[in-house]
């Protein structure tokens, strides 16, 4: 019975304790899966700057952690890697719906871009999109139907068919479908795709973000791969929020504000890009020219005509991924 | 119950080394096969951890686990399984006396009740948690109105260890409480002990190693728990990350020493547990087997 009781009464103090750990001065960052080494520095520099600041991180897949925050994870400001699930947290009513009016660059101070990594010395030859509908190219990315890294390839895919046989849809829908036979495996999530291509030593190629295929040829050594960048790309935005319902109650608004401040001045913009991505002052962008080369980047706008369209015709059920990953 | 001296007499403790009537060769291939198991199963994965955890050298194994966020997922870790498994022992303990001891209505509902845990897969016991306590959840505005948190904070974790973890302590003790009867309860009883004293000084003495082996495996769950546990935490560093969490993100971020180095720190717990499980029952074999029926 004293063992139940000193229990209920642990159990009691956390609750009233967890509740209190909001303060004005301390930010929750909800953040997308493989982003915390990219953020640890932001903070710290951010911290630097301002003394007394606590800013706790949290990393999960992009979409989880959307619904996560629905779920009432008390996130005061989000930096997650799909425009869409910020949408869901406009829906949910926790994201005011201008966001992207709320900061520079429709809120993406960062950005990046399906892009390839071969192994090395590119054995096949793989130069473009072209290359991957070969029949002797094994193509590696995970299931476009649970993961947001592969949307984005596969969405970028099919632009580059949509302008090389201009606009013909029969013609797209056979490249798409030749490109999915060359799969021989669909992983769930970025990281299992990384690790069929590079630790079993599956497929010719790994299309996977440019900042992600930097990290891998980091920690598994740069002699081993080569990074390939296509000639047209899609522009993948990596959306940054307050959610405002979360920082009112907490009393974090200003701050959280100038957090996301932070990212788009030229010392933050600095991290962002010696992590592999793009970012948007020229200064910067210049500085690391040489580690990002020139490519046509395409939006989800122009090519599609928005999110809500691509949502509707490609990914919705029956729609155009499911018709081509079905033939397979 | 009967004392150890007359239940040694009894039959069914005989047959335990009686009739081997297998060949020699079949008992050799039947042991091959399990020793092959064992090693591929349960050895390979044991050495693969502590290989990768050590294969940048030792000082990048202590450096991985000093860092604070696994310090502190160590911490919370130890927090959570230190509230869980003392709830679940006396829960174990009520529920295996109630069923064990007692007739009523709805006896076989309850004992279905308590093995549910391990019949649901953990990741919907988490969802159920956020289906309940969730913003958009049946008690959720009323947690908000209160400035109650329960998700995504270490309450909804120690929730989702307890739930998962519960049928281990009665599940070891309901089968050893039905064989050992009432008998010596009533006996005790009749010479005028009270209820309390009972319990302590006849019943826990009777049941104590099943409780123990019930605790040990309640602590061991409590600790390596996933699934449950990662619907319900957020995942925010140095807060609501358990080692088995920790260990995914590490992995995640290609920081495989540090994945591993965790992991390790787990699998340790899981050796040292089989380590004292052998010992008790080597110290205390006979006793066990008295008490433990079997």
Same mark, same amino acid.
């Given at each position: 019975?004293?063992?139940?009781?000193? @229990?209920?009464?642990? $159990?009691?103090?956390?609750?009233?304790? &967890?509740?209190?750990?909001?303060?004005?001065?301390?930010?929750?960052n909800a953040s997308y899966d493989v @982003?915390?080494? =990219?953020?640890?520095?932001?903070?710290?520099?951010?911290?630097?700057?301002?003394?007394?600041?606590?800013?706790?991180?949290?990393?999960?897949?992009?979409?989880?952690?959307?619904?996560?925050?629905?779920?009432?994870?008390?996130?005061?400001?989000?930096?997650?890697?799909?425009?869409?699930?910020?949408?869901? =947290?406009?829906?949910?009513?926790?994201? &005011?719906?201008?966001?992207?009016?709320?900061?520079?660059?429709?809120? &993406?101070?960062?950005?990046? =871009?399906?892009?390839?990594?071969? /192994?090395?010395?590119?054995?096949?030859?793989?130069?473009?999109?072209?290359? $991957?509908?070969?029949?002797?190219?094994?193509?590696?990315?995970?299931?476009?139907?649970?993961?947001?890294?592969?949307?984005?390839?596969?969405?970028?895919?099919?632009?580059?068919?949509?302008?090389?046989?201009?606009g013909d849809d029969a013609k797209v829908?056979?490249?798409?479908?030749?490109?999915?036979?060359?799969?021989?495996?669909?992983?769930?999530?970025?990281?299992?795709?990384?690790?069929?291509?590079?630790?079993?030593?599956?497929?010719?190629? $790994?299309?996977?973000?440019?900042?992600?295929?930097? @990290?891998?040829?980091?920690?598994?050594?740069?002699?081993?791969?080569?990074?390939?960048?296509?000639?047209?790309?899609? $522009?993948?935005?990596?959306?940054?929020?307050?959610?405002?319902?979360?920082?009112?109650?907490?009393?974090?608004?200003?701050?959280?504000?100038?957090?996301?401040?932070?990212?788009?001045?030229?010392?933050?913009?600095?991290?962002?890009?010696?992590?592999?991505?793009?970012?948007?002052?020229?200064?910067?962008?210049?500085?690391?020219?040489?580690?990002?080369?020139?490519? /046509?980047?395409?939006?989800?706008?122009?090519?599609?005509?928005?999110?809500?369209?691509?949502?509707?015709?490609?990914?919705?059920?029956?729609?155009? =991924?499911?018709?081509?990953?079905?033939?397979? | 119950?009967?004392?150890?001296?007359?239940?040694?007499?009894?039959?069914?403790?005989?047959?335990?080394?009686?009739?081997?009537?297998?060949?020699?060769?079949?008992?050799?291939?039947?042991?091959?096969?399990?020793?092959?198991?064992?090693?591929?199963?349960?050895?390979?994965?044991?050495?693969?951890?502590?290989?990768?955890?050590?294969?940048?050298?030792?000082?990048?194994?202590?450096?991985?686990?000093?860092?604070?966020?696994?310090?502190?997922?160590?911490?919370?870790?130890?927090?959570?399984?230190?509230?869980? !498994?003392?709830?679940?022992?006396?829960?174990?303990?009520?529920?295996?006396?109630?069923?064990?001891?007692?007739?009523?209505?709805?006896?076989?509902?309850?004992?279905?009740?308590?093995?549910?845990?391990?019949?649901?897969?953990?990741?919907?016991?988490?969802? !159920?948690?956020?289906?309940?306590?969730?913003?958009?959840?049946?008690?959720?505005?009323?947690?908000?109105?209160?400035?109650?948190?329960?998700?995504?904070?270490?309450?909804?974790?120690?929730?989702?260890?307890?739930?998962?973890?519960?049928?281990?302590?009665?599940?070891?003790?309901?089968?050893?409480?039905?064989?050992?009867?009432?008998?010596?309860?009533?006996?005790?009883?009749?010479?005028?002990?009270?209820?309390?004293?009972?319990?302590?000084?006849? #019943?826990?003495?009777?049941?104590?190693?099943?409780?123990?082996?019930? !605790?040990?495996?309640?602590?061991?769950?409590?600790?390596?728990?996933?699934?449950?546990?990662?619907?319900?935490?957020?995942?925010?560093?140095? +807060?609501?990350? #358990?080692m088995p969490l920790h260990v995914e993100?590490?992995?995640?971020?290609?920081?495989?020493?540090?994945?591993?180095?965790?992991?390790? +720190? +787990?699998?340790?717990?899981?050796?040292?547990?089989?380590?004292?499980?052998?010992?008790?029952?080597?110290?205390?074999?006979?006793?066990?087997?008295?008490?433990?029926?079997?």
């Amino acid at each position: 019975m004293k063992r139940f009781l000193l @229990g209920a009464a642990a $159990l009691a103090t956390l609750f009233l304790a &967890s509740s209190g750990a909001w303060s004005a001065d301390r930010l929750l960052n909800a953040s997308y899966d493989v @982003g915390r080494e =990219l953020f640890a520095e932001v903070n710290k520099a951010f911290v630097a700057e301002h003394p007394g600041v606590t800013i706790d991180q949290s990393h999960a897949g992009s979409s989880a952690q959307a619904r996560a925050i629905a779920e009432g994870l008390g996130a005061d400001v989000v930096t997650l890697n799909q425009v869409i699930d910020v949408d869901f =947290l406009v829906k949910k009513g926790l994201v &005011s719906a201008d966001w992207q009016k709320d900061f520079p660059d429709n809120a &993406s101070p960062f950005y990046s =871009l399906p892009s390839f990594l071969v /192994r090395a010395g590119n054995p096949k030859h793989i130069k473009d999109w072209n290359d $991957l509908v070969r029949d002797d190219v094994q193509v590696i990315f995970p299931n476009p139907k649970t993961s947001g890294n592969a949307r984005y390839t596969y969405l970028a895919a099919t632009a580059y068919a949509k302008e090389a046989f201009k606009g013909d849809d029969a013609k797209v829908k056979e490249f798409i479908t030749k490109l999915f036979n060359n799969v021989p495996v669909f992983d769930t999530g970025g990281r299992a795709a990384t690790t069929t291509f590079v630790q079993r030593e599956i497929g010719d190629v $790994l299309i996977t973000f440019e900042s992600e295929t930097r @990290g891998i040829r980091k920690e598994y050594g740069n002699d081993k791969f080569e990074q390939v960048t296509p000639s047209v790309s899609l $522009l993948a935005e990596f959306p940054v929020a307050i959610v405002g319902k979360v920082a009112d109650e907490h009393g974090t608004r200003d701050l959280a504000k100038t957090y996301l401040d932070f990212l788009y001045t030229p010392e933050g913009q600095d991290i962002l890009a010696r992590n592999g991505n793009r970012v948007r002052d020229a200064a910067v962008a210049a500085k690391y020219k040489d580690q990002f080369p020139d490519v /046509r980047l395409l939006t989800v706008d122009d090519a599609f005509g928005g999110w809500s369209k691509v949502q509707a015709e490609h990914f919705a059920a029956g729609g155009l =991924l499911e018709q081509a990953y079905g033939s397979r | 119950m009967a004392d150890p001296e007359i239940k040694s007499y009894e039959p069914h403790h005989e047959s335990q080394s009686a009739a081997v009537t297998e060949s020699r060769p079949v008992r050799i291939v039947a042991m091959a096969v399990a020793f092959a198991f064992l090693a591929i199963f349960l050895l390979m994965p044991l050495i693969v951890v502590f290989h990768e955890a050590l294969a940048k050298g030792i000082g990048a194994y202590s450096e991985a686990l000093a860092s604070s966020d696994t310090r502190s997922a160590i911490r919370l870790t130890l927090l959570v399984a230190a509230i869980s !498994v003392p709830l679940n022992l006396v829960f174990g303990i009520s529920a295996a006396w109630a069923i064990a001891k007692f007739e009523f209505k709805g006896k076989a509902f309850l004992t279905t009740l308590i093995d549910l845990p391990f019949s649901v897969s953990p990741v919907i016991s988490g969802l !159920v948690y956020v289906l309940l306590f969730g913003a958009q959840g049946v008690l959720g505005a009323w947690l908000k109105a209160h400035g109650v948190v329960i998700l995504f904070a270490v309450p909804g974790i120690v929730l989702a260890t307890v739930f998962v973890t519960f049928p281990f302590v009665a599940r070891e003790l309901i089968p050893l409480m039905q064989e050992q009867g009432n008998g010596d309860e009533e006996a005790a009883l009749s010479l005028g002990a009270n209820g309390w004293q009972t319990f302590w000084y006849v #019943t826990l003495p009777n049941i104590k190693w099943g409780l123990l082996y019930g !605790v040990l495996l309640c602590n061991a769950r409590a600790m390596g728990e996933f699934g449950a546990v990662s619907v319900v935490s957020g995942h925010i560093r140095g +807060l609501t990350n #358990t080692m088995p969490l920790h260990v995914e993100i590490l992995y995640n971020e290609y920081n495989a020493v540090g994945a591993f180095a965790v992991a390790s +720190l +787990l699998a340790g717990l899981a050796l040292v547990t089989l380590v004292l499980k052998t010992l008790l029952e080597m110290r205390y074999g006979a006793e066990i087997a008295a008490t433990r029926g079997h």
